[in-house]
């Protein structure tokens, strides 16, 4: 018999395909399915390493589980382009995180394959709990299998959940992907735990048969198996003790080679059948695995940019100025050679936040809590309470993970925790749940709490200077991801004074446009656009949300027709606060029109920055249409709207 040389991929419109392939075939449409995941990434950029380590559980547990109806759900997300590519989406796979294209992430909206949107680690054992319930309840929906990596199971939210499953006792399916690595190496007692497990079958004389006679012990009844592990413990004088997820009341299996087909699907269709609780499928597997320049790289290509095939170069495009992570990390380095008593937090994210320049120099005073943002923040108020300066560097959108600690262990207790909000504003590829667009209102509200914007790079070192110096309080400032404006960098950070703001350009009383931010150069855009309209632009830079600068208000208020504020940030935020500010001094009381423009309220999704803001009305354009608008000059704004599209 002729075999089809037609590729095993192309017969795959959905799932219930795999179902009716021999198990050998799945594993050359796993070996074609990897290289499809390289050539869709190396046109669009996008976290590689993870989705090439899941490529055969990916084939495996669609073949085994009746997905839809059994509902699969990647922790994180950032892993599912495998899974993206069998649930009906290959021919999207080129406008991966581009605008008007398919997420980097799972997403409800977009496909029923995706029952639960995910970027943010650690919450999938939680909501697979949830579709267990429902189904116990009576609702049409199958069994829930959740895959959580190793980094993210090592996370609060992550225990929870494990533990309330392991009481409710209801049967659902946790896979644990071990690939001891998930952005920056794991680090914490729980890691080191799984890699115990792992060694357990491939350490010391009995290695090989230990391995195999726990693949075995999984599969047999609970009285069999108690039995062959006491046996073994005899013969080998090991101490069998239950692991901790069976302590937790999961039946525990593993760890199994996560690129073995066959392993994988005799397990999942023998944990599937049997299955009468919850149960934990330990699953090891290579990051980057099958790619050779992903496996050979530090970060296993976990986020990359289009890159060539064939020798694993990216394209990424060469920087006119320092990116302001890279200048937060340096300046912080700078000041910790200063002041012995500067320290740095992050919560997984060493290289992302740039306090690994930091760690370079200062290895004892830089603290990896792992996936841990509210155990990070509360830390970080101990180290304050202790007399040290810690500056606690969190992207804005994890930050929210920590909001209670920051509002109970900071705040409330006016200890000095500087918090460094990386990724503030909109962030391109990453789409809505990277979007750091809530820092502002949630971090401003609080009382004692200082919150500034870096404009520009300068300013940012300004602002870790300020940040050191200021012992009275919390203190927080953000910035963008990416490259800065190119301005020149100062040899030192200057302390600024709390709550001043400083003027940029002086107008004839028109119009004054309130900056905060790197949002400033779309204002001074914006301001010479205005001119050809007739209409002079003054334009200030806010620095501080918190405390407010009102003699600077005040003075634009009474100085001119209109003032209209300006930030990258959520309805709630900045402008909020300056309308409050200016009602309650009564600056409103005397003609003087206000604007306040932000971000809409929706979310926004991916697409780059630049189309995002557009998208927003928050660049150049969309603040000279809020100006020629708060002068009923509606004509001019279609002209606009007209030219933009």
Same mark, same amino acid.
């Given at each position: 018999?002729?075999?089809?040389? /037609?590729?095993? *991929?192309?017969?795959?419109?959905?799932?219930?395909?795999?179902?009716?392939?021999?198990?050998?075939?799945?594993? /050359?449409?796993? $070996?074609? *399915?990897?290289?499809?995941?390289?050539?869709?990434?190396?046109?669009?950029?996008?976290?590689?390493?993870?989705? &090439?380590?899941?490529?055969?559980?990916?084939?495996?547990?669609?073949?085994?589980?009746?997905?839809?109806?059994? =509902?699969?759900?990647?922790?994180?997300?950032? #892993?599912?382009?495998?899974?993206?590519?069998?649930?009906?989406?290959?021919?999207?796979?080129?406008?991966?995180?581009?605008?008007?294209?398919?997420?980097?992430?799972? =997403?409800?909206?977009?496909?029923?394959?995706?029952?639960?949107?995910?970027?943010?680690?650690?919450?999938?054992?939680?909501?697979?709990?949830?579709?267990?319930?429902?189904?116990?309840?009576?609702?049409? /929906?199958?069994?829930?299998?959740?895959?959580?990596? $190793?980094?993210?199971?090592?996370?609060?939210?992550?225990?929870?959940? &494990?533990?309330?499953?392991?009481?409710?006792?209801?049967?659902?399916?946790?896979?644990?992907?071990?690939?001891?690595?998930?952005? !920056?190496?794991?680090?914490?007692?729980?890691?080191?735990?799984?890699?115990?497990?792992?060694?357990?079958?491939?350490?010391?004389?009995?290695?090989?048969?230990?391995?195999?006679?726990?693949?075995?012990? #999984? &599969?047999?009844?609970?009285?069999?198996?108690?039995?062959?592990?006491?046996?073994?413990?005899?013969?080998?004088?090991?101490?069998?003790?239950?692991?901790?997820?069976?302590?937790?009341? +999961?039946?525990?299996?593993?760890?199994?080679?996560?690129?073995?087909?066959?392993?994988?699907?005799?397990?999942?269709?023998?944990?599937?059948?049997?299955?009468?609780?919850?149960?934990?499928?330990?699953?090891?597997?290579? %990051?980057?695995?099958?790619?050779?320049?992903?496996?050979?790289?530090?970060?296993?290509?976990?986020?990359?940019? %289009? +890159?060539?095939?064939?020798?694993?170069?990216?394209?990424?495009?060469?920087?006119?100025?320092?990116?302001?992570?890279?200048?937060?990390?340096?300046?912080? /380095?700078?000041?910790?050679?200063?002041?012995?008593?500067?320290?740095?937090?992050?919560?997984?994210?060493?290289?992302?936040?740039?306090?690994?320049?930091?760690?370079?120099?200062?290895?004892?005073?830089?603290?990896?809590?792992?996936?841990?943002? #509210?155990?990070?923040?509360? +830390?970080?108020?101990?180290?304050?309470?202790?007399?040290?300066?810690?500056?606690?560097? @969190?992207?804005?959108?994890? *930050?929210?993970?920590?909001?209670?600690?920051?509002?109970?262990?900071?705040?409330?207790?006016?200890?000095?925790?500087?918090?460094?909000?990386?990724?503030?504003?909109?962030?391109?590829?990453?789409?809505?749940?990277? !979007?750091?667009?809530?820092?502002?209102?949630?971090?401003?509200?609080?009382?004692?709490?200082?919150?500034? !914007?870096?404009?520009?790079?300068?300013?940012?070192?300004?602002?870790?200077?300020?940040?050191?110096?200021? $012992?009275?309080?919390?203190?927080?400032?953000?910035?963008?991801?990416?490259?800065?404006?190119?301005?020149?960098?100062?040899?030192?950070?200057?302390?600024?004074? @709390?709550?001043?703001?400083?003027?940029?350009?002086?107008?004839?009383?028109?119009?004054?446009?309130?900056?905060?931010?790197?949002?400033?150069?779309?204002?001074?855009?914006?301001?010479?656009?205005?001119?050809?309209?007739?209409?002079?632009?003054?334009?200030?830079?806010?620095?501080?949300?918190?405390?407010?600068?009102?003699?600077?208000?005040?003075?634009?208020?009474?100085?001119?027709?209109?003032?209209?504020?300006?930030?990258?940030?959520? #309805?709630?935020?900045?402008?909020?606060?300056?309308?409050?500010?200016?009602?309650?001094?009564?600056?409103?009381?005397?003609?003087? %029109?206000?604007?306040?423009?932000?971000?809409?309220?929706?979310?926004? $999704?991916?697409?780059?920055?630049?189309?995002?803001?557009?998208?927003?009305?928050?660049?150049?354009?969309?603040?000279?249409?809020?100006?020629?608008?708060?002068?009923?000059?509606?004509?001019?704004?279609?002209?606009? !709207?007209?030219?933009?599209?």
């Amino acid at each position: 018999m002729t075999r089809s040389l /037609t590729p095993m *991929l192309d017969r795959v419109a959905g799932p219930a395909d795999l179902r009716g392939i021999s198990d050998p075939d799945l594993r /050359t449409l796993a $070996d074609e *399915l990897r290289q499809e995941v390289v050539g869709a990434v190396s046109q669009t950029g996008g976290h590689l390493g993870s989705s &090439l380590g899941v490529v055969e559980l990916s084939v495996a547990i669609h073949a085994v589980f009746d997905t839809p109806r059994d =509902k699969l759900i990647w922790d994180v997300g950032h #892993q599912c382009y495998p899974h993206k590519i069998l649930t009906g989406r290959r021919d999207r796979m080129g406008t991966l995180r581009q605008g008007g294209g398919i997420s980097g992430f799972t =997403k409800r909206s977009e496909s029923e394959y995706d029952p639960f949107g995910a970027a943010h680690s650690s919450t999938s054992i939680s909501a697979a709990l949830g579709f267990t319930v429902g189904r116990d309840m009576g609702l049409p /929906t199958g069994d829930a299998v959740a895959v959580i990596g $190793d980094g993210s199971i090592s996370a609060g939210m992550a225990y929870e959940a &494990l533990n309330n499953a392991g009481a409710e006792g209801r049967r659902m399916f946790v896979i644990l992907n071990d690939n001891e690595m998930s952005i !920056a190496p794991p680090v914490g007692a729980m890691s080191s735990y799984l890699s115990s497990l792992s060694d357990l079958s491939r350490k010391g004389p009995f290695g090989g048969l230990v391995a195999m006679a726990e693949g075995m012990e #999984q &599969l047999a009844p609970k009285p069999v198996r108690e039995g062959a592990r006491r046996a073994r413990e005899m013969v080998t004088g090991l101490e069998s003790r239950g692991t901790f997820f069976e302590e937790l009341g +999961f039946d525990y299996i593993g760890p199994i080679d996560g690129h073995d087909m066959g392993q994988l699907l005799s397990v999942l269709r023998a944990a599937k059948t049997r299955a009468t609780g919850p149960v934990l499928i330990h699953c090891c597997t290579v %990051k980057g695995k099958g790619y050779a320049p992903a496996e050979g790289s530090a970060d296993k290509y976990h986020g990359v940019s %289009k +890159f060539d095939v064939g020798t694993g170069v990216q394209s990424k495009a060469r920087a006119n100025a320092p990116s302001y992570t890279g200048v937060f990390g340096d300046t912080l /380095t700078d000041e910790a050679a200063r002041d012995p008593r500067v320290v740095a937090i992050t919560a997984a994210m060493p290289g992302g936040t740039g306090v690994d320049r930091m760690a370079k120099r200062f290895p004892g005073r830089v603290f990896d809590v792992g996936i841990a943002e #509210q155990h990070g923040v509360t +830390f970080a108020a101990g180290m304050a309470a202790a007399g040290l300066k810690p500056f606690c560097a @969190i992207y804005s959108t994890f *930050l929210q993970r920590g909001y209670d600690q920051v509002v109970h262990d900071v705040a409330l207790q006016g200890l000095p925790v500087r918090f460094a909000i990386d990724r503030a504003g909109l962030v391109g590829a990453d789409g809505a749940t990277h !979007a750091g667009a809530f820092d502002i209102g949630y971090l401003g509200a609080l009382p004692g709490m200082t919150v500034m !914007a870096a404009a520009d790079e300068a300013e940012l070192m300004h602002m870790v200077a300020t940040a050191v110096a200021h $012992d009275s309080g919390p203190v927080a400032f953000r910035y963008p991801r990416g490259n800065g404006t190119g301005v020149t960098l100062p040899d030192r950070g200057e302390v600024l004074e @709390i709550g001043k703001g400083r003027m940029i350009r002086e107008g004839r009383g028109d119009v004054a446009l309130l900056s905060l931010g790197t949002v400033l150069s779309d204002c001074e855009a914006a301001a010479t656009m205005l001119e050809a309209e007739g209409l002079s632009a003054t334009v200030a830079d806010a620095r501080f949300a918190k405390p407010l600068d009102m003699e600077l208000i005040a003075r634009l208020a009474q100085t001119h027709a209109a003032v209209i504020t300006v930030e990258q940030g959520a #309805q709630g935020g900045f402008g909020a606060m300056v309308l409050q500010a200016m009602a309650g001094e009564g600056l409103l009381d005397h003609g003087c %029109k206000l604007r306040t423009l932000c971000l809409p309220d929706r979310f926004i $999704d991916q697409a780059s920055p630049a189309e995002m803001y557009r998208d927003a009305g928050v660049d150049a354009e969309g603040i000279v249409a809020t100006v020629l608008r708060a002068f009923g000059r509606d004509r001019k704004i279609v002209d606009l !709207a007209s030219q933009r599209s």
